[in-house]
């Protein structure tokens, strides 16, 4: 599996605090540039990478082309005014990129984040990248520039990727010694749930998934405990048999658990819950054909549940975390289940199916009580869940539900990380809702209303009280079926992994 799934280019990422600190040519020179009350404005002061000489030479030549330095505005110019008449101080520069930041008083780690992010799509191509943005936050900068840069060409025969090889931050203060290394396991984080997503279902169904995501965690000292279709029977997990009986390609659960070294019984715990829908045609419910293909994204939650994991580990993050992985194929067949089926689930709660398009909510159910055994202090779970988080929403902010105050925290590290979920509401009219007759619950309301927090009550019947929790549901946020947006690419975005990994590290501290 390993050497089937495609992997997205990223670059190889470094620091350096001045100019004169780079030996090799530089391809292209990222410089930030500000909309100030009389004009353009280049930022200086103590933290400057560019000598007086040079914030002069380049500021006339940029107010010579009429850049104004507007959020998101990008002017390309020849390198040759930062050449230094002393070839030993400073590299030479082909080409430089001047990013616009809008004002300088507004400018945020995000703003920094999305402006590194769109410099790096607009330069394309270039083995050596030297960026200035880090005078402002090395960390926003290096992750900016390295997910922008993140290019996936799949199956292409062509694998050659237009993208940067080598990026280099300036910044003229102190930073970290393991800043460089931190951003690049979250970035390699984030990509790897994007590849995931972005994988061909025929190549990512849930027996091969599996198995990488246990080799995976075996070459990071990780537990893995892999249920295949006879044992999750065997067991009594019939939401995740329910769904994936009617594919010829029979369903998985994975378990991932890391402990961290010298973790004792003061070490906070976390349940992640991820759902693995590899493909979703709706099962007897079936979707409409028009853009079914985007659903091989309905494994996001999935992805970003084990790439989180994988890089709690290599960031040896103080937090205990199990994370339980339903994967299913959701297909149509004599044997798939039927709407007014009734399953039972693991624990041994029943649902009565009224479509079977909702099954999402059918895998989670298991995968959620079975992570409740283990008596976690906080239950992070992340899906592709419902169409009605983007009717709330849009397509670029996850809705967030649970306890209320760890839903509110859980939001507030969204937001800090630039993946910008919102605390949601759980109306207690709409559990009342998912009530059956025959059943302890349907698993849809039969009321077109509220569709989002419908979902989030189906699984708070599940989490085992006294636990912490939060549902990030990802429908629109996980997958970009529009045009690349700052640092975020077409296709698989690796949202919510930011969010997850900022919330286990604020558990830990």
């Known amino acids: 599996m390993t050497d089937l799934l495609s992997r997205g280019a990223l670059p190889t990422l470094k620091f350096a605090h001045t100019l004169s600190d780079i030996s090799d040519d530089i391809d292209t020179f990222v410089v930030p540039v500000f909309?100030?009350?009389?004009?353009?404005?280049?930022?200086?002061?103590?933290?400057?990478?560019?000598?007086?000489?040079?914030e002069i030479e380049l500021w006339k030549l940029l107010t010579s082309v009429g850049a104004q330095g507007t959020t998101g505005e990008v002017t390309t110019l020849p390198g040759a005014v930062l050449s230094s008449p002393d070839a030993d101080s400073s590299p030479t520069v082909h080409t430089i990129l001047a990013i616009g930041l809008?004002?300088?008083e507004e400018t945020t780690d995000e703003d920094i984040r999305i402006a590194a992010g769109s410099a790096s799509r607009a330069i394309g191509k270039g083995d050596n990248v030297v960026s200035s943005l880090g005078i402002f936050n090395a960390e926003a900068a290096l992750l900016g520039h390295a997910l922008g840069a993140y290019q996936y060409t799949g199956q292409k025969t062509s694998k050659d990727a237009e993208t940067i090889g080598s990026l280099t931050v300036l910044g003229g203060g102190d930073v970290d010694e393991g800043l460089?290394?931190?951003v690049t396991i979250i970035a390699g984080a984030v990509a790897l749930a994007r590849d995931l997503v972005n994988a061909p279902a025929n190549e990512l169904y849930p027996a091969a998934y599996a198995d990488f995501a246990a080799e995976q965690a075996k070459a990071e000292g990780i537990d893995v405990e892999v249920l295949d279709e006879s044992e999750l029977e065997r067991q009594g997990f019939g939401g995740i048999i329910g769904v994936g009986k009617g594919s010829e390609n029979p369903p998985r659960l994975v378990r991932l658990t890391y402990t961290p070294e010298g973790a004792n019984d003061a070490t906070p715990s976390v349940a992640l819950v991820g759902k693995g829908i590899t493909f979703d045609t709706g099962g007897i419910s079936l979707k409409p054909g028009a853009n079914m293909w985007n659903m091989i994204s309905d494994m996001g939650g999935s992805a970003a549940v084990i790439a989180a994991t994988l890089a709690a580990s290599k960031l040896k993050i103080n937090v205990k975390v199990t994370a339980t992985v339903p994967m299913a194929e959701n297909m149509p067949s004599g044997k798939a289940t039927r709407p007014g089926?009734?399953?039972?689930?693991y624990g041994g709660q029943t649902t009565e199916v009224l479509n079977t398009d909702a099954e999402g909510r059918l895998i989670l159910a298991d995968a959620i009580a079975r992570a409740c055994e283990d008596k976690p202090q906080y239950l992070i779970e992340t899906a592709t869940l419902t169409g009605a988080q983007m009717v709330a929403l849009g397509e670029r902010t996850p809705g967030i539900m649970g306890t209320p105050a760890f839903r509110d925290k859980v939001a507030l590290h969204s937001q800090e990380v630039g993946e910008n979920g919102w605390p949601m509401p759980l109306p207690p009219e709409l559990n009342e809702a998912l009530n059956s007759d025959v059943a302890d619950m349907q698993n849809i309301s039969n009321s077109r209303w509220g569709g989002m927090s419908v979902a989030g009550h189906y699984l708070s019947r599940f989490v085992t009280e006294g636990v912490q929790w939060v549902h990030i549901d990802v429908a629109g946020p996980?997958?970009?079926?529009?045009?690349?947006?700052?640092?975020?690419?077409?296709?698989?975005?690796?949202?919510?992994v930011r969010t997850i990994l900022a919330t286990l590290e604020a558990l830990a501290n």
Do not use: C
């Open 180 to 182: 460089v290394d931190r």
């Open 341 to 345: 089926d009734i399953l039972r689930h």
């Open 102 to 104: 809008g004002d300088v």
């Open 35 to 54: 909309r100030g009350e009389t004009g353009l404005e280049l930022a200086g002061g103590p933290t400057r990478v560019l000598t007086s000489e040079q």
């Open 478 to 496: 996980a997958y970009n079926t529009s045009a690349p947006h700052g640092y975020t690419p077409k296709r698989g975005t690796g949202v919510p």
